[in-house]
C-alpha cells in the first residue's frame, strides 16, 4: 500500500495478472462483453468476457475485438454446463488469452493443456472441497464465490466462505459474492484474499451492452428484491424477482418435474439481458444491486472502489482505536 496521491493496493494478484488493482470483473454472460472487458482492463483491473451458452465463433470474435479495443491482459469466462465448453477452450489456447475464469463446474482436466501456453487458470469455487481439489490439479488461484453473487451459486456466504478457503489452499484466493466498494475490497482482504471479483457493480458501467431496462432494473433495487431459484433443479440461481422468478418458485412448491421447471428457464436470461424482457426474462443479479445507483463508466467505478479501499484501510486503525 503507497500513500500520497498514487493510492495504490498492490497485492500477489497483480503480479500473477499483471495488473494495476487486484480486481476483477465477473464475466456475466449476455453482459460483459468485449467493450466492458476491454474497458475494465484499460481501467486498470482485469476485464473478462462471459462466454455462457454462446456458440464458438461468437467467443473467437470477442477475443479478436478485446485484442483490438485493448492492449493490456484480459479473460474469458467458461460456464462448464454450456455444450460448447471443449471447442471455446481450444479457441481460448489458440488465441493466448492471459486468463481462464470457469463456473457451474470442476475444470480440472483442462488445466495442463491451458497452463501449458502460459494461461492462468482460475477457477469460481463455492466449496472448500472443490477448491482443494482443483489446486491439486494445479490452478493458479481460485475465485471463492458467496451466495450474495448474482446467477448460478453455492450454499455459503462470502464472509463464511472466504476465510475458509484461505486456509485450506495455498494458492491466492479472490473473494466474490456482496463485494460493491472500498468497504467490500477492504473486507475480503482482512478476510485473507488477495483481490476480488465484481459482476453486479459493472452491469451498470456505461461499457455493459444489457438492455437499458435491465440497468434500470437494477438501479431500482431495494435490500431484498433477489430471491434465489432452482433450488430443487440442482441449480440454484439468484435473480431479481419478476414473474418468471415467481412462476418459478410456484412450480417448484408445487413440485412439478424439474425438466418442466428448466424448460421454463431455457433462453430466459438471453430475454432479459439482450432483449430487455425483465418479466419473464432471467434478471440474475446479486444482492448488492441495491447499491448500485447509476450508470457509470467502468474506469470511474474503479478509481472510486480503490480508492475507498484505500481510505477504509488507512483508518481502520484509528476506527478501531488501535494504537
Ligand atoms: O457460474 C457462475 N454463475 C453463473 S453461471 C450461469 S449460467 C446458468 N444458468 C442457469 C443454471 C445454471 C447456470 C449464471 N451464473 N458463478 C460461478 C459459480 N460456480 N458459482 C458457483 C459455482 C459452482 C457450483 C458448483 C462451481 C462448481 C460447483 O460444483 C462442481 C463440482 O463438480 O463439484
Known sequence: MRGGNSTIIHTVLCDLLKVKYPLLQGGMAWAATAELAAAVSEAGGLGIIGSGQAPPDWVREQVKRAKQYT????????????????EIMEIIRDERVAVITTGAGNPGKYVPSLQEVGIRVIPVVASVALAKRLVRSGVDAVIAEGMESGGHIGELTTMALVPQIVDAVSVPVIAAGGVFDGRGVAAALALGAVGVQMGTRFMCARECVIHEKVKEMVIKAKDRDTVITGRTTGHPVRVLHNKLSKKFIEMEDNCLPNDEILKIGLGSLRA??????????SVMAGQVSAMVNKVQPASEIIEEIMAGAYEIMNGLGKLAGVR
Not at 492492449?71 to 471443449?86: C, E, I, K, Q, T
Not at 432479459?272 to 426474462?281: K, L
Request: glycine share 12%.
Open 71 to 86: 492492449a493490456r491482459p484480459f479473460g474469458v469466462n467458461v460456464m462448464l454446463l454450456s455444450p460448447f465448453v471443449d
Open 272 to 281: 432479459a439481458m439482450v432483449d430487455g424482457d425483465v418479466e419473464m426474462g
